[in-house]
């Protein structure tokens, strides 16, 4: 192999997926920088001892750069991938960061006669409430979905919960769970190809970290 077929790109999420994604890197077997800590605000990260090149991105952008090719590959949530609905090769299922999609509402309070859905998931929130045969409209929010029911806007939102904290401390309760969600190792296609021998000994080794086997040196 040359050194561009050795080589690997990894588009890699800022935030909680990305400390438990390095976590199960190191645990099988890659020497990871210093410099990858949550803190750090470098974009990119190179680890030439490994073959890696790291980009720093939000979640939401992960399965952009793999699926254009900037990335080889890349962690993302499950939400993500079924909210973008990107052209990728999903090879493996981490098992980190668990959480779910959720319906949730405010307990008591039915839907409305045009009942609104409020959510950062409007691809996600239309196919289920059409597979339930329910007709909503859909409000599509970058952030802060839980006031939307507080204020009127909407009779129910679809958002990720891990704790469900947040939702009982605006006063809000799930009432239906669409997918339970975990992180995944995704690929380009092209990349899946052309580096086909590197990239299958990188899942190899996670998939031992992931079910548990036992630890690369």
């Known amino acids: 192999m040359t050194k561009t077929d050795q080589h690997l790109t990894v588009a890699m999420p800022k935030g909680r997926i990305f400390t438990e994604a390095l976590h199960l890197l190191k645990e099988a077997g890659f020497a990871m920088p210093e410099e990858m800590a949550e803190n750090s605000r470098k974009l990119t990260v190179e680890v030439p001892e490994e073959g890696f090149t790291f980009l720093m991105v939000k979640p939401v952008d992960v399965p952009t750069y793999v699926e254009h090719g900037v990335a080889d590959l890349g962690v993302v949530g499950k939400d993500i991938l079924m909210e973008e609905n990107r052209d990728v090769y999903e090879l493996l299922d981490l098992n980190i960061s668990p959480c779910r999609v959720c319906v949730a509402g405010m307990p008591g ?25 329910q007709q909503v409209e859909v409000v599509r929010l970058n952030g802060s ?73």
């Open 109 to 133: 309070r039915g839907p409305s006669l045009n009942p609104k859905v409020a959510t950062k998931y409007p691809r996600i929130a239309d196919r289920y409430f059409r597979e339930q045969g």
């Open 145 to 217: 979905v839980e006031l939307a029911p507080l204020i009127g806007l909407s009779d129910r939102i679809v958002d990720i919960v891990s704790t469900g904290r947040t939702l009982r401390e605006n006063g809000l309760v799930e009432m239906e769970e669409i997918a339970h969600v975990t992180s995944r190792l995704i690929a380009n296609r092209a990349s899946y190809r052309l580096k086909r021998t590197r990239i299958d000994q990188m899942h190899q080794q996670l998939t031992v970290a992931v079910h548990g086997e036992g630890v690369f040196k």
